[in-house]
């Protein structure tokens, strides 16, 4: 492997950092390059794609951090998952996706596709801070829109809203119901 020393010196930085961690900061804390982080984290990538690693180089949110590959997370996400996080019911489930695939969203949109009041289930994830407030809507009355947060992209483990899964025809009929 190239730049075994380096690999290892980010490799560090990543292991030691509890957020994601962008390329240039990686570069500074490490005293490297962007080029060299770039190819460290290449030598990363191909060294955490083997099967005898139970961990995985990810990017979320614009940095990369080291988490626990899928299959072995399952196993011990309650055991070393985070005690606050517990499990978001299928209701608030519903909710956070249609935040996710509408956004800005109002909460009356989001009633006029769920079909029940969400009051809860918004206050719910305003208070886990997986949603905002991103701003009012040009419309009577002026209602809040809702959006998505860095805390939502954590928890699934995305880079950005662009990575959320595709939605089929008849899902995104659906979510179009408020528009």
Do not use: H
């Amino acid at each position: 492997m190239e730049l075994e020393k380096e690999t290892a010196l980010v490799e560090t930085v990543l292991f030691l950092e509890s957020e994601p961690v962008p390329v240039k900061t990686i570069s500074i804390k490490a005293q490297l390059s962007e080029d060299v982080v770039d190819k460290c984290i290449e030598n990363l990538k191909d060294k955490y794609s083997e099967i005898s690693s139970g961990i995985e180089l990810v990017m979320i949110t614009g940095g990369w951090c080291l988490t626990p590959k899928k299959e072995f997370w399952s196993v011990l996400r309650e055991q070393y998952g985070s005690k606050k996080e517990g499990r978001l019911s299928r209701s608030a489930i519903e909710t956070l996706s249609i935040i996710a695939y509408s956004q800005p969203i109002t909460r009356a949109e989001i009633e006029g596709i769920r079909g029940v009041s969400v009051d809860n289930m918004i206050r719910l994830l305003l208070d886990r801070g997986l949603i905002k407030d991103v701003g009012k809507k040009e419309a009577p009355g002026r209602p809040i829109q809702y959006g998505t947060t860095k805390e939502f992209l954590k928890l699934f483990k995305l880079n950005s809203i662009a990575d959320l899964p595709k939605l089929d025809e008849n899902e995104e009929e659906r979510f179009e119901l408020a528009r």
